[in-house]
């Protein structure tokens, strides 16, 4: 087995023995094999070349590369491992500790460069610390310390956010009732809505209705648009009635009103009150001031676009990310945007479970998300999650005083 410390550091050459740099990173896609797609070198003059493997020919004692080789970039779903993962934290679920990855392995055969998983032990920071197998066991043996390979490999760990560096362990989820809900939440905010729901069915009913509690409005959203209408009515109890509302709004009217048929009397009368007391649309509030871009644009580029398409805006606190579906997909606000470096992209910085009201929102809702949250503004999302507008604080706050009055 191969280990990242092993190679980090090793000179750089072509197949023609030019020296070009050495090795400081590798690039690898964030998927369930996560295969190694590039190599960042640093040159002589600190300069820093990102190479495919495409054109990686060999790792022994250096590592060589085709002459002809082309510089490229990062692109979406890819991760630098030292970034990303190597010194990050796991998450135990056994819920009594956090863990580090202390180096990372690596599994080479001919055509390909792969992570085959995490060291957690302190082998691996012996191994990266370039400290011998012979004066790691001295140390070992003055310091009094036991010790045993950890090694997880891929399959056993489970990436939630890696460009935030958490991963979670597979292992021994019966342990998950010791975590608090809210860290659970948190948690699973950064995983998708499959693995959400599926992390939701080792736990009981009452602790789940806990963690959907401490979730956003869109994942709640997600996960009881995919409910049994039983497990559904169940669930919707134990969450607060202005979120309970604004789920139940975001469902069919067929499968709303059977969810509300199989509800607690009182429950139900309290959901029913909230459903009555706006009949006023969101949409009047509405405003079109508001700057969409896409995932892989740059820093660099959303500053242009904000000069040239906001000029005649009268206020702007957020730029909004879509899909190439057209979908919400993420928002970022100008303090973040003006921190990063220029070519950074804004999928690697944006926050991507966003707080969003719907058409049918009724305003006290939108409002108490506003105070909730203490949001500038909302994106208004239809059913296929494509942006309607936005509402703002103001407005809204002007509408509300105005009816009051």
Known sequence: MLYFSEIVGKKVYTEDNIHIGYLEDLIFLAVENPIVTKIVVKDRTNKKLIISTDYLQKVNKNLTIEKEFLVTYLEENELYLVKNLLDKQIID??????VRVNDVALHQDKEK??????DIGILGVFRRLR??????YKAASFLKIKFASQFLSWADIQP???IRGNVKLRKKEEKLEKIRPED???????TNVINARKFLKILDTEKAAEVIGNLNINYQTALFKNFHIDKAAKLITFLDPDEAVDVLLTLSKKKREEVLEKLNPKIKEKILHLFELSKEPIGALITMEYLTVGPEDTVRQVIDIIKKEATDFSSLYCIYVINKEKQLSGVVNLLEILRQDLDTPLYKFMTQNLIVIHLTTPVEIAMKKFLKYHLSSLPVINQEKRMEGIVNFDDITNYVQERIK
């Open 131 to 136: 400290i011998g197998a012979e004066n790691f």
């Open 113 to 118: 460069l792969s992570i085959a998983g995490v």
């Open 93 to 98: 679920l056994k819920g009594d500790k956090i």
């Open 160 to 162: 939630l956010e890696l």
């Open 184 to 190: 659970l939440a948190d948690y699973l905010e950064k």
